[in-house]
Protein backbone atom coordinates (compact mmCIF):
# COMPACT_ATOMS: atom_id res chain seq x y z
CA UNK A 1 0.00 0.00 0.00
CA UNK A 2 1.40 3.39 -0.70
CA UNK A 3 0.57 6.69 1.30
CA UNK A 4 1.51 10.12 0.50
CA UNK A 5 1.85 10.94 4.42
CA UNK A 6 2.18 8.73 6.44
CA UNK A 7 2.82 9.96 10.61
CA UNK A 8 4.26 7.06 12.95
CA UNK A 9 2.88 7.59 16.77
CA UNK A 10 -0.25 9.10 17.94
CA UNK A 11 1.03 11.41 20.56
CA UNK A 12 0.36 15.22 20.68
CA UNK A 13 2.96 16.16 17.75
CA UNK A 14 1.38 13.34 15.50
CA UNK A 15 -1.79 14.49 15.92
CA UNK A 16 -1.67 17.68 15.39
CA UNK A 17 0.32 17.50 12.35
CA UNK A 18 -2.60 15.35 10.95
CA UNK A 19 -4.72 17.79 12.18
CA UNK A 20 -3.85 20.64 10.31
CA UNK A 21 -3.25 19.10 7.26
CA UNK A 22 -6.63 17.71 7.26
CA UNK A 23 -7.54 21.37 7.87
CA UNK A 24 -5.76 22.07 4.67
CA UNK A 25 -7.34 19.25 2.71
CA UNK A 26 -3.88 16.94 2.82
CA UNK A 27 -5.13 13.38 3.76
CA UNK A 28 -2.62 11.64 6.55
CA UNK A 29 -2.65 8.24 7.82
CA UNK A 30 -1.32 7.84 11.79
CA UNK A 31 0.16 4.53 12.95
CA UNK A 32 0.67 4.06 16.32
CA UNK A 33 1.58 0.78 18.34
CA UNK A 34 -1.05 0.98 21.20
CA UNK A 35 -4.14 -1.12 20.51
CA UNK A 36 -6.37 1.53 21.25
CA UNK A 37 -6.99 5.66 22.52
CA UNK A 38 -7.33 4.28 26.06
CA UNK A 39 -4.59 1.43 26.21
CA UNK A 40 -3.06 3.55 28.42
CA UNK A 41 -3.06 6.38 31.00
CA UNK A 42 -1.77 9.45 29.21
CA UNK A 43 -0.17 11.01 32.10
CA UNK A 44 -0.67 13.92 34.22
CA UNK A 45 -1.51 17.85 33.71
CA UNK A 46 0.30 19.97 31.00
CA UNK A 47 0.86 23.89 31.12
CA UNK A 48 0.38 24.82 26.95
CA UNK A 49 2.16 27.83 26.50
CA UNK A 50 1.15 30.96 24.83
CA UNK A 51 4.46 31.33 22.55
CA UNK A 52 4.29 27.70 20.80
CA UNK A 53 1.46 24.95 22.20
CA UNK A 54 -1.01 27.50 22.00
CA UNK A 55 -0.21 28.36 18.54
CA UNK A 56 -0.06 24.99 17.05
CA UNK A 57 -3.58 24.97 18.40
CA UNK A 58 -5.01 27.59 16.65
CA UNK A 59 -3.43 26.43 13.48
CA UNK A 60 -4.91 23.57 14.19
CA UNK A 61 -8.43 25.53 14.74
CA UNK A 62 -9.14 23.70 18.06
CA UNK A 63 -8.75 27.03 19.98
CA UNK A 64 -12.18 26.85 21.30
CA UNK A 65 -11.79 23.19 22.25
CA UNK A 66 -8.61 24.03 24.34
CA UNK A 67 -10.12 26.69 26.34
CA UNK A 68 -12.65 24.52 27.56
CA UNK A 69 -10.27 22.10 29.10
CA UNK A 70 -8.78 24.57 30.99
CA UNK A 71 -8.43 23.92 35.14
CA UNK A 72 -8.30 27.23 36.31
CA UNK A 73 -6.56 28.14 39.15
CA UNK A 74 -3.91 25.70 38.39
CA UNK A 75 -1.19 28.42 36.87
CA UNK A 76 -0.62 29.20 41.17
CA UNK A 77 3.07 27.95 41.75
CA UNK A 78 4.94 27.71 45.00
CA UNK A 79 8.35 27.39 46.04
CA UNK A 80 9.25 25.71 49.25
CA UNK A 81 12.59 25.16 51.65
CA UNK A 82 12.63 21.41 52.13
CA UNK A 83 11.87 22.19 55.52
CA UNK A 84 8.40 23.34 54.33
CA UNK A 85 9.29 27.21 54.29
CA UNK A 86 7.73 28.87 51.82
CA UNK A 87 9.90 30.67 49.67
CA UNK A 88 8.12 32.46 46.99
CA UNK A 89 4.14 32.28 45.89
CA UNK A 90 2.82 32.84 42.26
CA UNK A 91 -0.75 33.19 42.52
CA UNK A 92 -2.84 32.08 39.54
CA UNK A 93 -4.49 35.71 38.97
CA UNK A 94 -5.94 34.76 35.43
CA UNK A 95 -3.61 36.77 33.21
CA UNK A 96 -1.05 34.17 33.11
CA UNK A 97 0.38 32.77 29.79
CA UNK A 98 0.50 28.95 30.19
CA UNK A 99 -2.96 27.45 31.83
CA UNK A 100 -3.40 23.77 32.67
CA UNK A 101 -5.04 20.65 30.83
CA UNK A 102 -5.39 17.18 31.18
CA UNK A 103 -3.00 15.95 28.83
CA UNK A 104 -5.36 12.86 28.16
CA UNK A 105 -8.53 15.03 27.29
CA UNK A 106 -6.02 17.56 25.15
CA UNK A 107 -4.89 14.32 22.97
CA UNK A 108 -8.95 13.23 22.85
CA UNK A 109 -9.86 16.89 21.60
CA UNK A 110 -7.49 16.31 18.59
CA UNK A 111 -8.17 12.71 17.93
CA UNK A 112 -12.08 13.80 17.71
CA UNK A 113 -11.32 16.30 15.62
CA UNK A 114 -9.88 14.02 12.98
CA UNK A 115 -12.00 11.61 9.89
CA UNK A 116 -12.43 8.19 12.08
CA UNK A 117 -9.81 6.09 10.26
CA UNK A 118 -6.94 9.03 10.37
CA UNK A 119 -5.42 6.92 13.38
CA UNK A 120 -4.72 3.17 12.90
CA UNK A 121 -4.38 1.03 16.28
CA UNK A 122 -2.02 -1.51 17.08
CA UNK A 123 0.72 -1.11 14.36
CA UNK A 124 3.93 -1.50 16.49
CA UNK A 125 6.14 -0.14 13.79
CA UNK A 126 9.18 -3.10 13.56
CA UNK A 127 11.70 -1.33 10.76
CA UNK A 128 12.11 1.33 8.28
CA UNK A 129 14.29 1.80 4.77
CA UNK A 130 14.80 3.84 2.11
CA UNK A 131 13.36 2.73 -1.47
CA UNK A 132 15.39 6.23 -3.07
CA UNK A 133 13.65 9.05 -4.91
CA UNK A 134 12.35 9.81 -1.91
CA UNK A 135 9.83 6.97 -1.02
CA UNK A 136 10.29 4.98 2.38
CA UNK A 137 8.93 1.66 3.23
CA UNK A 138 8.01 0.96 6.98
CA UNK A 139 7.72 -2.69 8.15
CA UNK A 140 5.03 -3.39 11.44
CA UNK A 141 5.30 -6.28 13.66
CA UNK A 142 2.60 -8.06 12.02
CA UNK A 143 4.54 -8.26 8.72
CA UNK A 144 2.48 -5.29 7.25
CA UNK A 145 3.86 -2.85 5.17
CA UNK A 146 3.59 0.42 4.04
CA UNK A 147 5.21 2.33 1.29
CA UNK A 148 5.34 6.48 1.76
CA UNK A 149 6.15 9.70 -0.02
CA UNK A 150 6.55 11.58 3.19
CA UNK A 151 7.49 9.72 6.74
CA UNK A 152 7.09 11.45 9.77
CA UNK A 153 8.63 10.04 12.95
CA UNK A 154 6.45 12.00 15.68
CA UNK A 155 7.37 7.94 17.63
CA UNK A 156 9.19 9.50 20.80
CA UNK A 157 12.62 9.05 22.52
CA UNK A 158 13.10 5.56 20.86
CA UNK A 159 11.87 6.30 17.63
CA UNK A 160 12.64 3.51 14.87
CA UNK A 161 12.33 6.81 12.40
CA UNK A 162 15.20 8.42 13.71
CA UNK A 163 17.88 6.01 12.51
CA UNK A 164 16.85 7.05 8.66
CA UNK A 165 18.46 10.91 9.38
CA UNK A 166 20.62 10.30 12.47
CA UNK A 167 22.90 7.91 14.64
CA UNK A 168 22.09 9.99 17.68
CA UNK A 169 20.78 7.70 20.30
CA UNK A 170 19.16 9.29 23.84
CA UNK A 171 21.61 8.86 26.66
CA UNK A 172 20.60 8.80 30.64
CA UNK A 173 21.14 12.26 31.84
CA UNK A 174 21.55 10.85 35.40
CA UNK A 175 18.21 11.24 37.16
CA UNK A 176 15.16 9.32 37.22
CA UNK A 177 11.70 10.52 38.24
CA UNK A 178 9.36 8.20 40.98
CA UNK A 179 5.93 9.12 40.21
CA UNK A 180 3.02 8.64 42.69
CA UNK A 181 -0.64 9.91 43.01
CA UNK A 182 -2.72 11.19 46.26
CA UNK A 183 -6.53 11.42 45.64
CA UNK A 184 -8.77 12.73 47.49
CA UNK A 185 -6.45 14.73 48.90
CA UNK A 186 -8.06 17.32 50.81
CA UNK A 187 -10.21 15.06 52.76
CA UNK A 188 -7.14 12.10 53.02
CA UNK A 189 -4.38 13.42 52.54
CA UNK A 190 -4.90 17.74 54.03
CA UNK A 191 -1.08 18.13 54.94
CA UNK A 192 -0.01 17.32 51.41
CA UNK A 193 -3.32 19.35 49.99
CA UNK A 194 -2.31 22.48 51.59
CA UNK A 195 1.48 21.96 51.01
CA UNK A 196 1.05 22.16 47.35
CA UNK A 197 -1.97 25.06 47.31
CA UNK A 198 -4.17 24.90 44.60
CA UNK A 199 -2.13 24.74 41.73
CA UNK A 200 1.62 23.27 41.77
CA UNK A 201 4.51 23.27 43.77
CA UNK A 202 8.47 22.42 43.92
CA UNK A 203 10.94 21.77 46.68
CA UNK A 204 14.58 20.77 45.87
CA UNK A 205 17.93 20.51 47.06
CA UNK A 206 21.11 20.15 44.74
CA UNK A 207 20.41 15.96 43.92
CA UNK A 208 16.69 15.99 45.05
CA UNK A 209 13.72 17.51 43.49
CA UNK A 210 10.27 17.15 45.19
CA UNK A 211 7.52 18.26 42.45
CA UNK A 212 4.12 18.50 42.59
CA UNK A 213 0.53 19.33 41.17
CA UNK A 214 -3.17 19.60 41.77
CA UNK A 215 -5.30 18.05 38.67
CA UNK A 216 -8.68 17.18 38.44
CA UNK A 217 -10.91 15.83 40.60
CA UNK A 218 -9.09 16.96 44.08
CA UNK A 219 -6.01 14.41 42.76
CA UNK A 220 -2.25 15.32 43.48
CA UNK A 221 0.77 13.85 41.51
CA UNK A 222 3.81 14.13 42.67
CA UNK A 223 7.50 13.66 41.10
CA UNK A 224 10.35 12.44 43.11
CA UNK A 225 13.37 13.43 41.00
CA UNK A 226 16.75 11.96 42.15
CA UNK A 227 20.18 12.44 40.85
CA UNK A 228 21.71 8.79 40.68
CA UNK A 229 23.01 6.26 38.35
CA UNK A 230 20.38 3.43 36.45
CA UNK A 231 22.49 1.00 38.47
CA UNK A 232 21.07 2.63 42.11
CA UNK A 233 17.13 2.23 41.05
CA UNK A 234 17.90 -1.11 39.45
CA UNK A 235 18.76 -2.56 42.98
CA UNK A 236 14.90 -1.06 43.93
CA UNK A 237 12.23 -3.46 43.42
CA UNK A 238 10.11 -1.58 42.05
CA UNK A 239 7.14 -4.96 41.97
CA UNK A 240 7.13 -4.59 45.92
CA UNK A 241 5.44 -0.73 46.20
CA UNK A 242 5.63 -0.99 49.84
CA UNK A 243 9.40 -1.60 50.17
CA UNK A 244 10.14 0.91 47.05
CA UNK A 245 8.38 4.06 48.37
CA UNK A 246 10.02 2.87 52.18
CA UNK A 247 13.42 2.92 50.17
CA UNK A 248 12.42 7.04 48.38
CA UNK A 249 11.04 7.92 51.16
CA UNK A 250 14.23 7.70 52.95
CA UNK A 251 16.32 9.55 50.46
CA UNK A 252 14.19 12.86 51.58
CA UNK A 253 14.69 11.87 55.59
CA UNK A 254 15.04 15.41 57.25
CA UNK A 255 12.44 16.88 54.79
CA UNK A 256 9.08 18.02 56.18
CA UNK A 257 6.39 15.84 56.75
CA UNK A 258 3.73 17.48 54.34
CA UNK A 259 6.61 17.09 51.98
CA UNK A 260 7.58 13.45 52.54
CA UNK A 261 3.54 12.35 52.74
CA UNK A 262 3.14 13.05 48.76
CA UNK A 263 5.75 9.84 49.02
CA UNK A 264 4.90 7.83 52.12
CA UNK A 265 0.91 8.46 51.01
CA UNK A 266 0.72 7.45 48.23
CA UNK A 267 -2.50 5.70 47.20
CA UNK A 268 -0.75 3.99 43.91
CA UNK A 269 2.26 2.27 43.20
CA UNK A 270 5.50 3.62 42.29
CA UNK A 271 6.21 4.56 38.89
CA UNK A 272 9.73 5.10 37.77
CA UNK A 273 10.70 6.84 34.77
CA UNK A 274 14.32 6.91 33.85
CA UNK A 275 15.33 10.53 31.89
CA UNK A 276 16.81 10.19 28.49
CA UNK A 277 17.99 13.01 25.99
CA UNK A 278 19.44 13.23 22.53
CA UNK A 279 22.16 15.68 22.29
CA UNK A 280 21.40 19.68 22.29
CA UNK A 281 22.22 20.57 19.49
CA UNK A 282 21.18 17.35 17.63
CA UNK A 283 20.27 17.88 13.61
CA UNK A 284 21.12 16.32 10.50
CA UNK A 285 21.73 16.54 6.84
CA UNK A 286 18.07 16.79 4.73
CA UNK A 287 17.11 13.46 3.30
CA UNK A 288 14.49 13.30 0.66
CA UNK A 289 11.03 12.18 2.55
CA UNK A 290 11.31 11.94 5.90
CA UNK A 291 11.57 14.17 8.78
CA UNK A 292 11.11 14.09 12.83
CA UNK A 293 8.91 15.81 15.21
CA UNK A 294 8.59 16.20 18.75
CA UNK A 295 10.71 13.52 21.01
CA UNK A 296 11.73 11.65 18.30
CA UNK A 297 13.94 14.82 17.07
CA UNK A 298 14.96 16.73 20.32
CA UNK A 299 14.55 14.49 23.06
CA UNK A 300 15.53 16.69 26.06
CA UNK A 301 15.45 16.60 30.25
CA UNK A 302 11.87 17.67 31.12
CA UNK A 303 11.57 21.59 31.39
CA UNK A 304 7.96 22.57 30.70
CA UNK A 305 8.56 22.29 26.63
CA UNK A 306 8.12 19.15 25.17
CA UNK A 307 4.69 18.56 25.00
CA UNK A 308 4.26 22.36 23.79
CA UNK A 309 7.46 22.14 20.96
CA UNK A 310 5.99 18.40 19.71
CA UNK A 311 2.63 20.31 18.57
CA UNK A 312 4.48 23.28 18.01
CA UNK A 313 6.60 20.83 15.53
CA UNK A 314 3.39 19.33 13.85
CA UNK A 315 1.51 22.27 13.32
CA UNK A 316 4.67 24.06 11.74
CA UNK A 317 5.42 21.04 9.73
CA UNK A 318 1.64 20.52 8.53
CA UNK A 319 1.72 24.62 7.30
CA UNK A 320 4.85 24.17 5.63
CA UNK A 321 3.66 21.39 3.90
CA UNK A 322 0.34 23.16 2.69
CA UNK A 323 2.51 26.16 1.92
CA UNK A 324 4.77 23.96 -0.75
CA UNK A 325 2.14 22.18 -2.51
CA UNK A 326 3.83 19.07 -4.64
CA UNK A 327 7.28 20.53 -3.42
CA UNK A 328 7.68 18.32 -0.25
CA UNK A 329 11.53 18.72 0.20
CA UNK A 330 10.98 22.47 -0.15
CA UNK A 331 8.73 22.11 2.97
CA UNK A 332 10.90 19.97 4.94
CA UNK A 333 13.73 22.77 4.86
CA UNK A 334 11.77 25.28 6.12
CA UNK A 335 9.93 23.29 8.47
CA UNK A 336 13.55 22.36 9.92
CA UNK A 337 15.63 25.51 9.48
CA UNK A 338 13.26 26.68 12.00
CA UNK A 339 12.99 23.78 14.14
CA UNK A 340 16.46 23.45 14.44
CA UNK A 341 17.52 26.10 16.35
CA UNK A 342 13.80 26.45 18.04
CA UNK A 343 14.56 23.02 19.98
CA UNK A 344 18.25 23.45 20.62
CA UNK A 345 17.20 27.22 22.79
CA UNK A 346 14.41 25.21 24.20
CA UNK A 347 17.10 22.41 25.74
CA UNK A 348 19.10 25.08 27.24
CA UNK A 349 16.48 26.29 29.15
CA UNK A 350 15.81 25.12 33.07
CA UNK A 351 12.14 25.37 33.58
CA UNK A 352 10.10 24.34 36.73
CA UNK A 353 11.26 21.43 38.45
CA UNK A 354 15.30 22.01 37.29
CA UNK A 355 17.68 22.83 39.89
CA UNK A 356 18.31 26.32 39.70
CA UNK A 357 21.71 27.74 39.42
CA UNK A 358 23.15 28.02 42.74
CA UNK A 359 21.57 24.33 43.49
CA UNK A 360 19.08 25.21 45.81
CA UNK A 361 16.47 25.75 43.38
CA UNK A 362 15.26 28.86 45.75
CA UNK A 363 15.09 32.53 43.89
CA UNK A 364 16.81 31.47 41.20
CA UNK A 365 13.78 28.66 40.22
CA UNK A 366 11.33 31.61 40.14
CA UNK A 367 13.57 33.86 38.63
CA UNK A 368 14.07 31.54 35.92
CA UNK A 369 10.27 30.51 35.57
CA UNK A 370 9.51 34.73 35.81
CA UNK A 371 11.93 35.56 33.14
CA UNK A 372 10.83 32.90 30.31
CA UNK A 373 7.52 34.18 31.02
CA UNK A 374 8.51 37.91 30.31
CA UNK A 375 10.83 36.95 27.38
CA UNK A 376 8.08 36.14 25.09
Do not use: C
Not at 233 to 249: G, K, N
Amino acid sequence: MTTPVTIIGAGLGGLTLARVLHVHGIPATVYEAEPSPTARSQGGMLDIHDYNGQLALEAAELTDEFRGLILEGRQAMRVLDPDGTVLHEMADDGTGGRPEVQRGELRQILLDSLPADTVQWGRKVSGTRTLGDGRHQVTFADGGTVVTSLLVGADGAWSRVRPLLSAATPEYIGKSVVETYLFDADTRHPRAAKTVGGGSMVALRPDRELFAHREKGDTLHAYLGLYEPREWFDAIDFTDSTAALARVAREFDGWAPELTALITEADTAPILRPLYALPTEHRWDRVPGVTLIGDAAHLSAPNGEGANLAMLDGADLGLALASHPGDIEAALTAYEQAMFPRSAEAAAFEGPGAQGPDGDGGPDLLASITARKESV
